[in-house]
């Protein structure tokens, strides 16, 4: 999977660039709008992640670009401007998806993943991490091909602890994705150790391996 | 007080006296003319009967005539030259009142013996002359009075329009709307003058609004790409196997604290958008839907501290723009799960105009000075995620929504209310 990550902040291009292709993908990048809309008309990607905000031009622009070329590449905006205009005005012109800056990159690589996959095989695909397999159309999970019932929150927990396997996941990245801006309301993420507890004892229950480790100070790893 | 309402009354202030004065003018003048004409005729009169009376026999029946219009008496008086003319009243039995006359007076002469000759003209038309002229004013004046007011009302429609237009235009002015209105040129010096000076101030305006709304949108730009690369850097960091327990913790305390700082911004740009009126929505929002909503989203939260939830949820549409509805009530009931003690409960009632959010805590009262007010954190903090905005954004949602929010406390329970004023 080949991606291009178009962001001028050299710091945030390189932090998101190693991250993901720590997670298996190719990443090239853009730090203007003049190299991003070249690199798209000479190359193809399966997913672009593009900043707002850059000098020569705006990635907006590169997302017109993109749908004219009738592109197949999945389009996230990461931005700094969280204005409901910006968001709608994105995905008016054929953004596949929004995140606002700051994000988790954790949260960043799960949205690719999840795009990526819809993109891909219209969803039509299995996720497999050893006996581990999951039917995102059916939303179902089976463990050495025996059928677990998860809820709604344990199962996309499940999907965004695989898509970040092996990395350290903080606390507050997955109460963010699972609650999303509300998650702050909360106060403690004591809830997560929860629904964590009740994955972990399911999937152990289903004669799964307990691949859910806890990092002490930090969070989780999966895998 | 109406402009047409003061000039008009100004008008008539003015007006008044000079009908005053007017109809005492006329009065007067009318008095001597007809005084004048009575004293002509009695005069002439006198002249008559003297030629008579020179004629006429000693016994003649004429000189025992005593009447309040002639009378002759004998005198011993000197004989005058001229006559004497003056005004007098005199008591009519018909009507039992006096009667103004005018009255000749003069000794004459004949055969011998004086006499004073009186003679007595009516000048009954003297008060209808007075009432006449107090009529015809009062209906002068009224005249006047009636085209005053309908000029005045047809001159301030029209000469008046542009002013109007160009109020009208100001009282719909909307800045987050951003489309100025024009005031076009009229025939009239004043008003166009007035809607130069407006279309100056409303393009600065625009322009002025236009760079604040630009400034708070670069500086969240500003502030959050240097937030996001710290972000990044530390999630990269935390990857790094051979960190200890004690610097992960650091490491994810740092980026607690900084997704803190982070929402810190966004809040006070949230609330920087509010008062600049940056949420402008005329329809409706479904409040039973988004209440219904972080119901769901929190029922693990409360599930959680195992309190014992209460809703009562009636259809109501407010006007209130779904983005901010969703951040009123995710404070609010957020904050009853947050300040909660373990096994308290919650109580939601939402009805066509009225929110009710009441829950247990074991916090006091929030002072009501400051009880809205940005940074006023209560006084036990309560694991750090508070930043003392959540309160002060709910006031700013319902004042610039048309809506009100009050709190009431009797222990253990805490209520917020927000009403619709309508």
Redesign the interface.
């Known amino acids: 999977m080949k991606l291009l990550i178009i962001e001028d902040e050299p710091a945030l291009r390189t932090a998101i660039q190693q991250y993901l292709e720590r997670q298996g993908y190719v990443c090239e990048v853009a730090a203007d709008f003049r190299e991003a809309i070249h690199k798209v008309n000479e190359f193809e990607y399966d997913c672009i992640v593009a900043d707002i905000t850059l000098p020569f031009g705006s990635g907006l622009e590169v997302v017109k670009e993109l749908k004219h070329m009738s592109s197949r590449a999945g389009i996230i905006i990461i931005s700094a401007k969280d204005s409901l205009e910006d968001k709608l005005q994105g995905l008016e012109l054929g953004a596949d998806d929004y995140l606002t800056k700051p994000f988790h990159l954790s949260e960043l690589n799960a949205r690719i993943n999840a795009l990526l996959r819809r993109k891909n095989f219209d969803g039509n695909t299995s996720i497999n991490f050893n006996e581990i397999t999951i039917k995102p159309t059916s939303k179902t999970v089976f463990i050495n091909e025996r059928s677990i019932t998860l809820t709604g929150k344990e199962y996309q927990l499940l999907l965004y602890l695989i898509a970040n396997q092996h990395r350290v996941i903080t606390k507050s990245a997955l109460a963010g994705h699972l609650w999303g801006d509300s998650y702050d309301q909360a106060g403690s993420y004591d809830f997560i150790y929860t629904h964590i507890k009740n994955l972990r004892k399911k999937m152990l229950e289903a004669g799964g391996e307990d691949y859910i480790k806890t990092v002490y100070g930090a969070g989780y790893r999966f895998g | 007080m109406k402009l047409l309402t003061r000039s008009t009354l100004y008008f008539l202030v003015i007006m008044l006296p000079i009908f005053a004065i007017g109809a005492g003018y006329l009065f007067k003048k009318f008095d001597k003319e007809i005084r004048h004409e009575t004293d002509e005729e009695l005069v002439n009169d006198k002249i008559q009967w003297m030629r008579y009376l020179d004629t006429a026999k000693v016994d003649n029946a004429v000189l025992l005539l005593k009447t309040p219009e002639f009378s002759l008496t004998p005198t011993t008086a000197p004989v005058q030259k001229k006559p004497k003319l003056k005004g007098v009243r005199i008591f009519q039995e018909p009507e039992n009142s006096y009667a103004p006359f005018r009255e000749l007076s003069q000794v004459i002469s004949f055969h011998g013996q004086n006499y004073l000759l009186v003679m007595r003209k009516s000048q009954i038309e003297k008060d209808d002359l007075l009432k006449n002229i107090i009529h015809v004013m009062l209906i002068a004046f009224a005249g006047l009075l009636f085209f005053a007011i309908l000029f005045n009302f047809i001159i301030s429609r029209n000469v008046w329009k542009p002013f109007h237009i160009s109020l009208e235009k100001i009282r719909h002015l909307q800045l987050s709307k951003l489309d100025m209105p024009q005031f076009e040129q009229t025939n009239v010096h004043e008003f166009n003058q007035l809607n130069d000076a407006l279309n100056n101030m409303s393009t600065r305006i625009a322009q002025d609004y236009t760079t604040m709304k630009e400034l708070t949108?670069d500086a969240?730009?500003?502030?959050?790409?240097p937030?996001?690369?710290?972000?990044?850097?530390l999630?990269?960091l935390?990857?790094d196997d051979t960190l200890s327990?004690?610097q992960?913790?650091?490491?994810?305390q740092s980026?607690?604290e900084?997704?803190r700082l982070?929402?810190l911004n966004?809040n006070l740009l949230l609330l920087a958008?509010i008062e600049n009126q940056?949420f402008h929505f005329t329809e409706r929002t479904d409040m039973a839907a988004v209440t219904e909503k972080?119901l769901q989203?929190?029922d693990?939260?409360m599930a959680?501290k195992q309190l014992a939830v209460e809703q009562t949820i009636q259809p109501a549409s407010w006007q209130l723009h779904p983005?901010l509805a969703d951040i009123l009530v995710?404070?609010l009931?957020?904050?009853a799960?947050?300040y909660n003690t373990h096994g308290g409960s919650i109580r939601v009632s939402l009805t066509a105009t009225t929110l009710m959010i009441t829950n247990t805590s074991d916090h006091p009262e929030i002072p009501p000075a400051g009880r809205f007010q940005r940074f006023k954190k209560q006084e036990v903090s309560?694991?750090g995620?508070?930043n003392g905005l959540g309160l002060a954004i709910c006031k700013k949602i319902t004042d610039s929504s048309s809506l009100n929010i009050s709190y009431h406390y009797q222990s253990p329970f805490h209520t917020f209310t927000v009403t619709t004023n309508s």
Do not use: P
């Open positions: 949108e969240a730009h500003e502030m959050q790409t937030l996001a690369i710290v972000q990044g850097k999630e990269l935390l990857q327990e004690e992960l913790k650091a490491i994810t980026s607690d900084l997704q982070s929402r966004h958008k940056q972080y989203l929190f693990e939260l959680e983005a995710s404070n009931l957020g904050n799960i947050k309560h694991g995620a508070s």
